[in-house]
C-alpha cells in the first residue's frame, strides 16, 4: 500500500509531536521526581550489618511530593544513619526549608552531614548547619571523624570539606583515628577522591566506601553517555568505582542545578549495608 506524501507527513508529524512530549515528561517529570532507589550489600555477614542512606544533592528550595515520599520511605527504611553528601541547599534563605524537610524524617535517626560547593555559594556556616542539625540527631563533619556504633559494631565516619570551594584535609580529618575500625569517607566532589586514595596507600585504613556526589549523573546526558560534569568531578560520573585503595560510589543525586531537567540521569537515592 503506497502512502502518500500528505499522509506520511501527517504521520511523521504525530510521531515527532509524541517524541517530544515523551522526552518532555521524561525530562521535566519522570526523571526528576520518581526516585530510583537503588540497594548495595557491602556487608561480609548477615549479622548485625549497619544500614545506610545517602541523600545526595537536594538543592532544597522548596518541598514538593516526592521529598514527601523520600522521608516516607526513609523512616520506613530505618537506617542506622544518613549521610548528606553535600549541596542540601543552595540558597542561604532556605534554612527553614531544610527544616521543613528535616521535620518529616524521623528525628531519632542519626545524621552526618558535609559541606558542598553550594552551601558555600549560600554562605551557610558549619556553626549554622549544626544548629539546625543538632535538633535532628545530626552532626555537620568538616574535616574531622566521628565513630558511629551500633551494638558491639563501631565504624569511623569521615566527613571532608568541600573541593571546589573549601580546603578538604583527608589527613586532618583522620587524625587520631582508630584505624582497626572500618571507615566511611564522605567526600562531596568525587575528583578528590583521587588525592583520598594516594593518601590512603599510607595510611592504609580499611575504607569499604567513599560516597560521593556532585555529578548528577551528568543531570543531562546523550543517553547515558557523559555530555558535561562540573568541576571537580574529575573522570567520574555515576555508580561504583574501584580504585587503588577504595571503593567510591558517586550518587546521581536528588535535585538539579541551571535547568530545572533530567535526562537518563534519573534522580537517586542509595541505601548501603555494611
Not at 138 to 165: M, Q, T, W, Y
Not at 184 to 207: A, S
Not at 244 to 255: A, E, R
Not at 262 to 274: D, G, L, P, S
Request: hydrophobic share 40%; net charge positive.
Amino acid at each position: 500500500m503506497k502512502i502518500n506524501r500528505r499522509l506520511f507527513i501527517k504521520r511523521l508529524f504525530i510521531l515527532s509531536t509524541t517524541l517530544v512530549i515523551l522526552v518532555y515528561l521524561d525530562s521535566y517529570w519522570f526523571e526528576k521526581y520518581i526516585i530510583d532507589w537503588n540497594e548495595f550489600d557491602l556487608s561480609n555477614s548477615s549479622k548485625n550489618k549497619v544500614k545506610i542512606i545517602q541523600l545526595s544533592d537536594l538543592h532544597l528550595k522548596d518541598i514538593k511530593y516526592f521529598h514527601h515520599t523520600i522521608a516516607e520511605r526513609i523512616n520506613k527504611e530505618k537506617p542506622d544513619f544518613i549521610a548528606f553528601s553535600g549541596d542540601t541547599i543552595s540558597r542561604r534563605n532556605t534554612y527553614p526549608i531544610l527544616i521543613e524537610f528535616l521535620d518529616l524524617i524521623d528525628k531519632h535517626i542519626p545524621k552526618y552531614v558535609i559541606l558542598g560547593n553550594k552551601e558555600y555559594d549560600a554562605k551557610a556556616t558549619v556553626d549554622d548547619l549544626n544548629t539546625i542539625f543538632s535538633d535532628y540527631n545530626g552532626k555537620v563533619l568538616k574535616n574531622e571523624n566521628h565513630v558511629f556504633s551500633k551494638g558491639n559494631r563501631a565504624i569511623n565516619i569521615v566527613g571532608l570539606d568541600d573541593f571546589l570551594h573549601g580546603k578538604p584535609d583527608f589527613e586532618k580529618a583522620i587524625g587520631k583515628i582508630d584505624k582497626s575500625l572500618e571507615t566511611i569517607v564522605l567526600n562531596h566532589c568525587p575528583g578528590y577522591t583521587d588525592i583520598i586514595d594516594k593518601l590512603n596507600l599510607k595510611q592504609q585504613l580499611n575504607i569499604p566506601m567513599v560516597l560521593s556526589g556532585h555529578t548528577h549523573g551528568g543531570q543531562i546526558t546523550f543517553f547515558g553517555l557523559k555530555i558535561y560534569t562540573p568541576g571537580g568531578s574529575g573522570n567520574y560520573l555515576k555508580g561504583w568505582y574501584q580504585l587503588d585503595t577504595i571503593k567510591m560510589y558517586v550518587s546521581k543525586g536528588i535535585g538539579t542545578t541551571v535547568l530545572p531537567l533530567r535526562f537518563f540521569a534519573r534522580a537517586e537515592v542509595a541505601i548501603f549495608y555494611i
